[in-house]
């Protein structure tokens, strides 16, 4: 006997209600793993999730972390709606930072405003057409994007590590697998002195706006949700199934490239083969986190990034390992997919006997 | 169709086979069960009789332990019982043949019956008594054959036969007719009523009123969850059973005559074309011509490349320009929004999910189609176009439901299909193609549905209807073709032909080859 029937109409209570459940059990869970580790959870959740944002440097780094890990959802975001599942944004995100860092490498020593805007441009095309890859396979070979998108993830980690090897690395770096460092007209200025908040927020910013927008008020974005909602509704109505598949893609690797600028040219500074703490994996949970709204996943990406500075704070304060980030990440993805299972299901009362 | 009963042979003993008293089934926006009391005795055909949404299924979902009753009493044989699931119904002797078969194309006969066994088999020793049960209800199956390869006829033939594996004492049917030509219809009555006599109850669920006359010794009629009356069939007329149906006269159409110019519109000509799907039907050098004025009925048995035609026309699979010419001009080549743009809509069978998106509002699904229409301007959406567009559609067309905001999936399957045609209707179409237009329809929506085609065509455009129910077609259309194994006849006025000589069609008159289930062309006079 199933344990599970259809709601008549999707729960719109347990659609809002699921995020805040994933947490809450995501929190007891982790309560738990903390205790068996021997620490008390109540001080461990205040190193977690209250340090980080005792201080003004705390809050910088936030929005360092929240800037890449937005921008990349809103674009997976628009794909996900559609059904096209983009799983290699961490792929297109080295690939935007290898045509961004390329061009700071080139022009290195000019001294010229458009150096960095030159970069931007460069890694959002990068980025876009490591997606168009996928795009073209999918459209000609009909091979499935899911498996197409992580595989060139793999590459593209391949080419950064060949180009900072190789062409690209820095002849004094004593043979580090790192370029040179970037001059300031490559560089995203900081705002303020001590601290890597940069411009890059901006376009994580601005991209949210025109993604919300988009999302809500395009016809293009509506056949790509059709699409995605009733492939059949789509064909039937003559919207391009191609194109959605192009859209969805090229604009995801687009958003991720930008990211991966923002990193080589903010924080990071350089190319090297930490550019990203897997900003381009963590995105896919908070695109969903976010239930594929633009506001949504402001909100989601904040939360993901207070994960990445919790996990490091737990590292240094409770010498707990590097892999609790993503043991927090994994539990939060899981305990969502499964809260949303209730959106559209509800338990099953228990079958009675016909005699009332 | 008007044969008497056989006369009632089972001994009708004090005992009936299955008695419901006080069935109540609760959902959270309906009670599809209010009290229902029902009888049937050995060896009785009885008829459960009711509109879409009476309740007919639930109930019989109830008799065969899918669903539990929230209240009453299941009298089996004298004995009270429980049925907890299908495999307890199964035990106590109650089989059921579903309206939807659930069968796996790529096995054979013997080997989906024996999916379905609750108890151990060998295969051959099944196959053997596949044959022996097959044969000997006038069921002729083959039980090596892969089922894909199957007509939909005896598909159902291998529904029955495994339920008649099992030695039923109570048979359900659900809508069996409604994939059956009418002569394969004759044959699955003889059956029955062979059943009938050797004491197998039988509950028949049908809306058909003549085939409920032909073989049913007592119906029970629902309404809106409830049983409103029991009648003996054969004492009634198709009024009076109607009356209970529906609770009033049965509705009419009108069918004026068109005065203006007969000119051609929507033409096809040499459109062959091969699916993708391996169990798909090609189609073979098709050509038909559409009028202004007038519906053009094409009849068959869903399969047969309805929906490899209905794809074809629609502009959802493209091929040379020249196989579909829409008012002079090709547009074989275009897809389905470049078709619309010129004046081609679309009613698809399938209404969730290709006709309407089912989360989506009735406002938004107004866009899905008449973006064209003012609802999308520069690109960006005109939410308040498309809500008006809708309200207009759903006052127009009398939807019932919770204004254009109502999710599709919310309304009934008669309400949203007033919405989509409605829709098509509204985008001004100089020619319009609709599949199955009353499928799952009741029969007060039925009647307005049609009604609305009939006078859209009057007005000047040409219609395309493809459906399977032959009354239907006859009703409403000007000229009928018939579509089998992927051939077209050629349209016929309505007037020349009957029920018999497209029946004779619909099993493959065109085929060289025929199947084991076809009937003989021969005897097409």
């Known amino acids: ?41 109540v001080e461990a959740f205040g190193v977690f999730f209250i340090q980080p944002l005792s201080s003004g440097n705390g809050w910088s780094e936030l929005m360092v972390k929240a800037g890449p890990l937005i921008l990349i959802a809103q674009g997976l975001a628009i794909g996900f709606r559609a059904r096209i599942y983009n799983i290699g944004a961490e792929g297109q995100l080295i690939m935007g930072a290898l045509a961004g860092g390329g061009v700071a490498i080139a022009f290195d020593g000019v001294d010229a405003w458009w150096v960095l805007p030159l970069m931007v441009i460069a890694g959002a095309i990068g980025g876009a057409l490591w997606g168009a890859i996928p795009a073209l396979l999918r459209t000609r070979f009909n091979a499935q994007e899911t498996l197409t998108t992580l595989m060139l993830a793999y590459v593209a980690t391949f080419a950064l590590s060949y180009m900072v090897n190789g062409p690209w690395r ?136 207070l994960l990445y500075l919790g996990g490091e704070a737990a590292q240094v304060a409770l010498q707990l390992p590097a892999a609790i980030t993503g043991l927090f990440q994994g539990m939060l993805l899981f305990f969502l997919l499964g809260a949303d299972v209730f959106v559209d299901y509800r338990l099953k009362p228990r079958p009675r006997p016909a005699y009332a | 169709m008007s044969t008497p009963p056989p006369p009632f042979s089972g001994p009708p003993d004090n005992l009936p086979r299955l008695e419901l008293t006080g069935i109540t089934k609760r959902y959270p926006s309906v009670v599809a069960n209010d009290g229902i009391h029902l009888k049937v005795g050995p060896g009785e055909i009885h008829a459960v009789l009711g509109e879409n949404g009476a309740g007919k299924s639930t109930l019989m979902k109830i008799i065969y332990g899918a669903v539990q009753a929230d209240a009453g009493q299941i009298q089996w044989n004298g004995r009270e019982v ?15 043949v579903f309206q939807h078969f659930s069968l796996f194309e790529t096995l054979s006969v013997v080997e989906n019956i024996a999916l379905a066994l609750d108890e151990p088999f060998d295969l051959k020793g099944l196959a053997a008594r596949v044959k022996e049960v097959s044969t000997r209800y006038g069921l002729p199956l083959d039980p090596d054959r892969l089922v894909y390869s199957l007509s939909v006829g005896e598909r159902q033939r291998v529904e029955i036969v495994r339920c008649l ?49 032909s073989l049913c010794h007592s119906a029970t009629v629902m309404r809106g969850g409830k049983v409103t009356g029991t009648a003996t069939p054969s004492r009634e007329t198709p009024a009076s059973l109607a009356r209970m149906m529906i609770g009033r006269e049965l509705p009419v159409c009108e069918v004026p005559a068109f005065t203006g110019e007969a000119a051609p519109v929507l ?27 007038e519906i053009l009925g094409i009849a068959g048995i869903s399969g047969n490349g309805q929906a490899e035609l209905l794809a074809a026309l629609s502009g959802e699979t493209t091929g040379p320009a020249n196989t579909v010419v829409l008012a002079g001009t090709p547009v074989g080549h275009l897809d389905a929004g470049r078709r619309r743009k010129r004046g081609l809509t679309f009613v698809p069978e399938e209404r969730l999910g290709r006709g309407a998106v089912p989360p989506m509002s009735l406002a ?96 000047g455009v040409a219609i395309l209807v493809i459906s399977e129910e032959l009354e239907e077609l006859f009703e409403i259309c000007d000229r009928i073709a018939v579509l089998a194994e992927g051939r077209l006849s050629e349209a016929v006025p309505k007037q020349q032909t009957n029920a ?26």
């Not at chain 1, 344990?3 to 995501?26: D, H, K």
């Not at chain 2, 029969?443 to 049609?450: E, H, K, N, T």
């Not at chain 2, 029946?503 to 006079?525: C, I, K, N, V, Y």
């Open chain 1, 1 to 41: 006997m199933p344990l599970l029937e259809a709601r008549p109409t999707p729960s719109a209570r347990m659609r809002l209600l699921a995020p805040l459940i994933a947490i809450g059990l995501t929190l007891a869970v982790g309560s738990l793993l903390f205790l068996s580790l021997g620490k008390n959870p």
């Open chain 1, 170 to 305: 820095d002849p004094e770096g004593m043979n580090f697998p790192q370029s040179i460092m970037f001059g300031d007209p490559a560089l995203f200025a900081p705002w303020f002195e001590g601290m890597r908040v940069n411009a890059a927020i901006l376009i994580a910013a601005v991209a949210s706006l025109a993604f919300w927008i988009f999302t809500s008020r395009s016809f293009l974005a509506y056949q790509l949700t059709v699409g995605g909602l009733a492939p059949a509704a789509a064909r039937y109505a003559g919207f391009s199934a191609n194109r959605t598949v192009w859209v969805s893609l090229v604009l995801s690797g687009l958003t991720a490239g930008l990211a991966g600028v923002g990193e080589v040219a903010g924080p990071v500074g350089q190319l090297n083969l930490n550019i990203s703490p897997g900003y381009g994996f963590a995105a896919i949970i908070v695109a969903y986190l976010g239930r594929l709204n633009a506001i949504g996943i402001v909100l989601a990406g904040l939360l993901m990034a």
């Open chain 2, 82 to 96: 429980v049925i907890a699931n299908p495999s307890e119904a199964r035990r106590l002797g109650i089989g059921m």
């Open chain 2, 165 to 213: 594996l099992q030695e039923p004492q109570l048979l359900i049917l659900d809508e069996p007719t409604s994939v059956l030509t009418p002569q394969a219809v004759q044959k699955l009555f003889e059956t029955l009523r062979r059943l009938a006599s050797e004491g197998v109850s039988i509950l028949y669920i049908s809306h058909k009123l003549h085939e409920i006359q």
């Open chain 2, 267 to 293: 033409t096809v000509r040499g459109l062959s074309h091969t699916p993708d799907d391996p169990f798909g039907t090609a189609l073979k050098d098709i050509a038909l011509e559409v009028r202004r004025g």
């Open chain 2, 364 to 459: 938004d699904n107004a866009t899905l189609s008449a973006h064209g229409h003012g609802l999308v301007k520069k690109g960006f959406l005109r939410p308040k176009a498309a809500w008006e567009f809708a309200k207009t559609c759903i006052e127009r067309f009398d939807v019932r439901c919770g204004g254009p905001g109502a999710a599709a999936r919310s309304l009934s399957g008669g309400n949203l299909q007033k919405f989509i045609v409605g829709r098509e209707i509204m985008q001004q179409p100089i020619a319009m193609v609709v599949a199955q237009p009353t499928w799952g329809v009741d029969v007060g929506a039925a009647a307005f549905l049609r009604q609305t085609l009939i006078d859209l065509s009057r007005s």
């Open chain 2, 500 to 525: 018999e000589k497209i029946g004779m069609q619909m099993s493959g008159l065109f085929s060289d080859t025929h199947g084991t289930d076809r009937e003989p062309a021969h005897a097409a006079a």
